[in-house]
């Protein structure tokens, strides 16, 4: 699929379709950016009331060009649309970029107007970018086929960043800030509405782009689930950052979303848990979107050891220890030799010579070089962080470049000011020096280079060991949408490895008694019924039975109950104790099914506090999963309790994930809540199960 | 005190002490600047070696000045300052700003040499700014008397934002961004090692300045915690926002803030705390410092109804409503008669007509402008921000401004974009059209209008409803530091109105079980002890005990516990069920007595989920304290649980409050862990009470 995105973004030939012969109208644009850049294929101008257009000759229709184009840019207005990529089909062009908005994103009837450019673009086997987007600049080929006015900057710069995005405005304003930054960009491709070219396929092509090292995107809701995570693994294992702005976090913002490029935003919650999984880097503003996915462009040596941070200001260097712990990188203490080194450059007043190492505003420009170098010689820290508030500093950055043009190890800047620190930026971003306008952004860049060295280590083992925890393949159960029983959900489950408590299915006060006596006392009684799945609220459970008689008693009230919900009967289970953990499975229309873990109890409802993953995970990512569960903290042992079977429980976690994998696409939703861990060496058990499919569509 | 400040900042005449003659130097830049902005006072350069520096005449000491000069700028190096500083105050000259460095903020020596310099100050009065900072610059005046390279910036632009920074560098990077977006400066003063004036009483100054409208903060750590309490009150009765850049969050910052300007920058739960109650916006990037602190500076309406919003691309669209939902900022839908006019206006593929409005890239600059009008006209949004992608847009700009000025609330600008947007963005700043470079920032300062709106009626009613609260005075202990006996602190807790469950303190097994007898079972045994804190992890507690049977032995078994403890005896209480609340009183060193509010059990430790606010509290600041816990919504009643007795937990809280105003500087620590909350109508319960005093300086 990605070969067919490197044909479509350097086609040999463009028609452009609605073309103004009025070259300061809006619909010029590509034509002037085409020509401004030096295109260096043919343009062909299609306007049937203009002979000539820019300097070149205009042809009144498609059919009257003297080749085949390559691509066909389709600027013209909604109506004339479709007539327009029907005679682009009959000619067998291959390629169109439909500009035109009115579509997906409006309405039912812009909606169907849309499939019927779909169907015409299937039926010929066109490649199809848009509707309802900008274009795309291709910036090592000189293609600005674009509406964008980033198209008409001074200057391109080929580089390695890679951009995508659903909405041209804003491909085009990632474009111009990485311009800004000589950030050099190996192409920028806005998708809109996608009834061909997906943000997905997108990454697809920049994974095997050889130009292209890193990747910005700006999206406001995934169409293609399942191909986006494995174009996201792929850029993984290529070794391609991918660093993303998504939108659509609110409810209105997701109601735009769903208007604007017709794109289901999702919940923010599954984005997120995709993001975990593949190691995206999540943004929030443009500023860390260029200068985040700008450096990882660039620089790749990741910052494991430490940071050294060498400052001009006091205030500049809380600023910065503060951000980089934030992220948890560490700024360790430098070496006593660096110190000594330090302390026989260094004036009395600039004292403060530890890791950060504040040298105040008054040293020279050749001193400070010096101690730079100083700095980057320290063999604890393999980067060098140096935030600086001086004006201008032409000369200071110049030096700066030089030691860092010259070190082993990344040398970045922060330089905090405004506008009188332009010109020592400039001088930075010609150089190459990586340079940040705030801290925070330089912590979360160096933190994203971290992580994804890691993840990248982790990503190459990951698949075996997914594979290993789901090779255990279970039977699924007859199709039958709906909830299943208790007694098929656990008959299953124990298959599928996870541990249910003792316990057994009763109807009878006696039987209770019974069974209680036989799985030890204290017992809980619980109604078990398809329509009711929250059993405390309808008083439907009865915890701590001591005797036999508390049980009887017990079941007896319970069985009233019991009536009122067409119960499959009273189930008995010893009482467990040990920290509640909630484990499920949920799906998502974008991202597909997702592992949830949580607090057991109200705190996983009440606090928010869960954390997800999409299936397959790895006993690895299960383990990542505990950690990131705040309340879960309680497992490694707390005020006095010990610590908790955490591998029991992982697993029973992997159980879970293995039923979930072994339903596929059958499984709706699965709750084992809680799951009950013990004290080390106690084991793990599902005390609560809740377990439904779905119809599947047949294929 | 704030008139001191007034003067200062405006001296009639200014000795340069270590002004070179080499006007390259950067010792020059106080001299250059001065002269640049066309100071009105008198300048002395004062310089042994040089007879005339800059045009002025120079002359070789203090002593020998035409006349005693308002202020004496010292600049000269770390070991000559205290004879500059003698001499000054020998000439009785009432203001000095010191630049060097090398004082407290380096080791003990430099604090040593640092109290002697105040010693110097005060025995002559002397006003001083400094040591270890870069000066002042006040705009209106044109006394830009700074070693800050912000000094020589084009033009001074004075306005209505006033400036405080610890660090002078980065005091100067807020004025240089300021300017930069043309938002007017009433005065910037950096304080630096603060021994005379301290950022508290820049605060005083600008809440009492007539051209100061909002003030923006850059410190590391607050020394006077009360007067910065006081002068932030001050700010909100006198209806001036505070933005700050609070420095020194982390472990490795605040080891920085210590040995950089000798601040203690405190526990940052601390200054939140602060923050909160006296509704200072905490922003974390220079941006957001000065595009928030700027807007409210001018803009003071308040968006209480809600945002209306108007874009010209899809994703802008959505990353703006993000961002407002994100504050809590609404977005009603737009009346029906907007509607039909919008519908009138817009062209068919610009559907999106509901809030936000997306109109799409393809309208013409008129139409846009009629497009906006008719958004402001809507009556049920009482703010419109438009957030546009366009790039240059001199015209849009000039049309935005248009309307914005004929408006009868506020319009404001998101402009998504880099470099392209500079110039229509410099139309805005020139217009005094807030312009904000990306949504967040947007969505921050019009969520401080509203919130500071609302704080500042409620300020208004404060003072006397805290009052009320600690009406009941109580007579404090006897001055005996040390943790109280529990029968001391519960003697003391009944008078402050703290609710304790019934109890009685026994030292029998068989006492126990009368006293559980008359309290009713089943009851709850602890130990009693100074030295026992956490009675849990030491096996000094008996739960849910049923008979007396299970009440003496439980006692028994406590009772050798209690033998290792220096016991007091046994505490007999009923259990009581409800939710658990932790509630206790804490010390800062900055800003001295702080109530803190969390969840009880492990929550409130494992998640961090508590919050805080100094002393004295209102009942409505217990009310939100009792909100911002997010794990105490079970209070308002969660699956099927009924809410809880809020009031009475509210007078609880009132009564922890009440205590530790009574104690008041002998507070040292008051814990009372849990207060158990019954249903509503069953009261709130304190079960356990630890009560630490401190010994008290005599004054």
């Not at 309802?132 to 674009?146: A, E, H, K, S």
């Not at 450059?345 to 400070?368: C, I, Q």
């Not at 467990?576 to 949920?586: A, K």
Request: glycine letters at 10%; aromatic letters at 4%; one cysteine or more.
């Amino acid at each position: 699929m990605s070969s067919r995105l490197a044909a479509f973004l350097n086609p040999r030939s463009v028609a452009l379709v609605g073309c103004p012969s009025d070259l300061t109208r809006p619909g010029a644009r590509p034509l002037l950016y085409l020509q401004k850049h030096g295109y260096p294929g043919q343009i062909y101008p299609v306007n049937p009331r203009h002979a000539e257009i820019g300097g070149l000759r205009a042809y009144p229709s498609l059919a009257d060009l003297p080749e085949r184009p390559d691509a066909v840019w389709v600027g013209v207005p909604g109506g004339d649309v479709p007539a327009v990529l029907e005679e682009a089909a009959r000619l067998k062009i291959p390629n169109a970029i439909i500009l035109t908005a009115g579509f997906g994103e409006t309405d039912a009837a812009g909606r169907a107007r849309q499939e019927a450019l779909r169907a015409i673009a299937d039926a010929a086997g066109m490649t199809v970018l848009g509707p309802n987007m900008l274009g795309f600049i291709n910036c090592w080929d000189r293609v600005p086929l674009t509406f964008s006015p980033a198209g008409g900057i001074d200057r391109l710069i080929p580089g390695a960043l890679g951009i995508a995005s659903q909405s041209g405005a804003l491909g085009g304003v990632v474009v111009n800030r990485a311009f800004d930054r000589m950030i050099g960009v190996s192409a920028m491709v806005s998708t809109g509405n996608e009834i061909g070219i997906t943000v997905s396929e997108c990454l697809e092509y920049f994974a095997e782009d050889p130009r292209t090292r890193a990747v910005a995107l700006a999206a406001e809701g995934i169409r293609d689930g399942e191909r986006f995570k494995a174009a996201a693994g792929r850029l993984l294992e290529t070794g391609k950052p991918l660093v993303a702005l998504k939108l659509g976090r609110s409810s209105a913002g997701r109601r735009n979303a769903l208007t604007h490029t017709g794109a289901l935003a999702g919940s923010h919650e599954a984005w997120r848990a995709v993001a975990r999984q593949l190691s995206i880097v999540d943004v929030e503003t443009f500023e860390e979107l260029v200068e985040v996915a700008g450096f990882l462009s660039r620089e790749r040596r990741s910052p494991r050891r430490g940071v050294g941070v060498l400052t001009t200001s006091g205030g500049a260097s809380i600023m910065t220890a503060d951000q980089l712990e934030a992220r948890g990188l560490a700024l360790p203490r430098l070496s006593a030799s660096t110190g000594r080194a330090l302390a026989a450059l260094l004036p009395e007043y600039a004292v403060t010579r530890d890791n950060p190492v504040d040298v105040t505003a008054g040293l020279s420009e050749a001193l400070f070089e010096q101690v730079l170098a100083t700095v980057v010689g320290d063999e604890r820290i393999d980067t060098v962080l140096t935030a600086v508030t001086g004006a201008r500093g032409v000369e200071r950055a110049r030096n700066v470049a030089r030691v860092a043009h010259a070190a082993d190890k990344p040398v970045v800047v922060c330089w905090l000011g405004g506008s009188l620190t332009d010109a020592g930026i400039s001088v930075l971003d010609t150089e190459g020096v990586a340079c940040f306008r705030n801290p925070r952004t330089a912590a979360l860049a160096l933190a994203a280079a971290r992580d994804f060295a890691a993840a990248q280590s982790a990503w190459a083992r990951r698949n075996a060991r997914w594979a290993a925890l789901e090779r255990a393949r279970l039977r699924p159960p007859a199709a039958r949408p709906g909830p299943l029983s208790y007694a098929e959900a656990a008959a299953l489950a124990r298959r599928a490895g996870i541990p249910l408590a003792p316990e057994a299915l009763v109807a009878t006060p006696a039987a209770a008694a019974r069974a209680a006596r036989r799985l030890g006392f204290p017992v809980v009684l619980k109604v078990v019924a398809r329509d009711l799945p929250h059993k405390t609220e309808a008083g439907a459970l009865a915890l701590n039975l001591r005797t036999a008689d508390e049980v009887s008693r017990a079941a007896g009230r319970l069985l009233t109950t019991a009536r009122r919900y067409r119960a499959e009967g009273l189930l008995v289970q010893p009482m467990v104790d040990g920290v509640e953990v909630l484990v499920g499975v949920t799906r998502d229309p974008t991202f597909g099914p997702l592992l949830v873990v949580g607090a057991g109890g109200v705190q996983a409802e009440l606090l928010g506090d869960t954390t997800a993953r999409p299936l397959p995970v790895t006993r690895g990512e299960i383990l990542a999963m505990l950690r990131e569960v705040r309340s879960l903290g309680v497992l490694r042992g707390f005020r006095g309790a010990p610590a908790a079977d955490v591998p029991a429980l992982v697993a029973a976690i992997a159980g879970v994930a293995r039923l979930a994998g072994a339903l596929g696409e059958r499984l709706q939703a699965l709750d084992v809540n809680p799951i009950v861990v013990g004290a080390r060496g106690r084991g793990a058990w599902a005390v609560d199960l809740l377990l439904e499919t779905r119809p599947v569509a047949v294929r």
